[in-house]
């Protein structure tokens, strides 16, 4: 999972970029880049790290230029902790800074027929090969002097030619203008927005979040199957290119966004609260017993509050959060998410001895931190020790920018789906584990949407080989 901003002003926008991508860092810790133009010049700064760490603020002095994008990354695909990997990317010719969220999943079968054309990809990471189809079919359509029917055919042949799901931000020219080109997979799985400043600004985003701390208003989600124009002091112009069938990735609203951005034309806070009332109806139905409600920070909170309201038990934080270190899931390995665990984490023993306690979280994935989670309260002499997740059990790989791309490695996936409850707590050492089931899920987050994560039902499909390469890559990692 990664993060963008991509602006358009009639100021230099490297400052704002980087306050905007401060709101997003969430969405990647592992490395972090601005790019910008400046007239017929590429500016950029990329390096590993947070973004205070790889953007230094002195570094904005080499960022002039009214039109740029910032990203931050954890890595889907490419080598980890490698600067080659940070995006934005950009390509001399035509001139092209691009960053996307997202993954590619036929990245080897682009590699070759790029090789083929005497292209060279120099990094690991799936946004590179995007750039440089979207690059060579602008060409192929004239070699400079690009129009909007020729921009239009290019991302027509990049949604032909790339499988998988992303949303993509670019700076080039086009019909002689400086154009901020924002689009997104015919099926939306991969978020974005975008929105204006009232002074000739344009501005899109990851999340909604990143408009709100820069001033900008949201105008709404970036269309699917779309390619969206933004130029300064111009109104924006929406483009069809393929036919959208959307079926946005629910685990975003689940976990990955902040509560506060608005993904879909919904609050994320208000889905995650609507799932915490429905997994207190089910939680009811098994006749449990309770004396308090404490959410695993940060993501569960809304739905725990949610959930002790609809039980009428009382809620309490009972873990005390250290605010200087990542989020355990995005984290590069799995040694990594252990170290750090304890050190995120501290409970607040009076809350849990000799209390009947209900730990909330958003989703079980690996299972190492719950587990974790669950023997340090077990320390604390609790009466009895249940956990209740806000989502189904996680039982496939996800291929479209979530980093669970191995089925193995996921706790619940060993488990016969009507015994994955029972076997869970056997395997965190808890009383009981409740999932929310799949119907109650859609009850909140509706139809539409990607599941595959739960369900197995792949929008985009993956053929083995592409898992194959997935894993591989996974592997080449250390992970």
């Not at 993060?3 to 704002?16: D, L, R, Y």
């Not at 999943?105 to 090969?129: F, K, Q, W, Y």
């Not at 799949?438 to 197995?456: K, W, Y």
Request: aromatic residues 6%; glycine residues 8%; charged residues 25%.
């Amino acid at each position: 999972m990664c993060g963008f901003v991509g602006m358009i002003a009639h100021e230099p926008v490297a400052g704002q970029l980087l306050l905007a991508l401060q709101a997003i860092q969430h969405r990647g810790q592992d490395a972090a880049g601005v790019a910008t133009r400046e007239g017929g010049r590429f500016n950029m700064v990329k390096d590993l790290g947070l973004i205070a760490q790889a953007v230094p603020t002195g570094a904005l002095r080499h960022l002039g230029g009214r039109s740029g994008i910032a990203h931050v990354r954890y890595p889907t695909a490419g080598e980890i902790s490698t600067r080659e990997d940070a995006q934005p990317f950009m390509t001399r010719f035509p001139g092209i800074i691009l960053a996307h969220n997202g993954n590619v999943t036929n990245v080897p079968e682009l590699i070759e027929d790029l090789r083929s054309e005497g292209h060279h990809v120099l990094s690991r990471c799936d946004a590179e090969p995007l750039l440089l189809v979207l690059a060579q079919e602008l060409i192929r359509r004239r070699p400079s002097r690009h129009t909007t029917k020729d921009l239009v055919e290019a991302v027509a042949a990049v949604f032909r030619r790339v499988r998988g799901a992303y949303s993509v931000v670019a700076i080039l020219e086009i019909d002689g203008q400086e154009t901020l080109v924002a689009f997104r997979d015919p099926h939306g799985v991969r978020p974005g927005v975008y929105g204006h400043d009232g002074q000739g600004a344009w501005m899109a985003a990851s999340e909604s979040v990143a408009l709100d701390v820069a001033g900008f208003t949201r105008m709404g989600d970036l269309p699917p199957g779309e390619v969206l124009l933004l130029r300064r002091g111009e109104e924006p112009v929406r483009l069809a290119v393929q036919r959208p069938t959307p079926r946005p990735c629910v685990f975003e609203r689940i976990y990955f966004a902040r509560p506060d951005s608005v993904m879909e034309d919904g609050r994320v806070n208000r889905t995650r609260w609507r799932l915490g009332r429905q997994l207190a109806v089910e939680w009811a139905r098994k006749g449990l017993s309770a004396d308090i409600i404490v959410p695993i920070p940060d993501t569960s909170r809304p739905a725990a509050w949610a959930m002790a309201e609809a039980l009428k038990i009382k809620h309490r934080e009972g873990f005390i959060k250290n605010r200087y270190t990542g989020r355990t899931f995005i984290m590069p390995d799995q040694k990594a998410r252990q170290a750090t665990l304890r050190l995120k984490l501290n409970p607040i023993r009076e809350f849990f001895e000799g209390q009947r306690v209900i730990l909330v979280d958003d989703s079980i994935v690996r299972g190492t931190t719950m587990r974790r989670i669950v023997s340090m309260v077990r320390e604390l002499n609790p009466l009895a020790l249940h956990v209740a997740i806000i989502s189904p059990a996680v039982r496939h790989p996800c291929f479209y920018g979530i980093d669970m791309p191995s089925q193995e490695e996921l706790a619940a996936a060993a488990y016969p789906l009507e015994k994955v409850e029972e076997a869970m707590a056997r395997r965190l050492g808890a009383d009981s584990v409740t999932y929310l089931s799949d119907e109650s899920l859609r009850a909140v987050a509706g139809e539409g949407i990607c599941a595959a994560c739960f369900d197995g039902d792949y929008v985009v499909p993956v053929s083995e080989a592409e898992r194959e390469a997935i894993r591989w890559e996974r592997r080449g990692r250390g992970r």
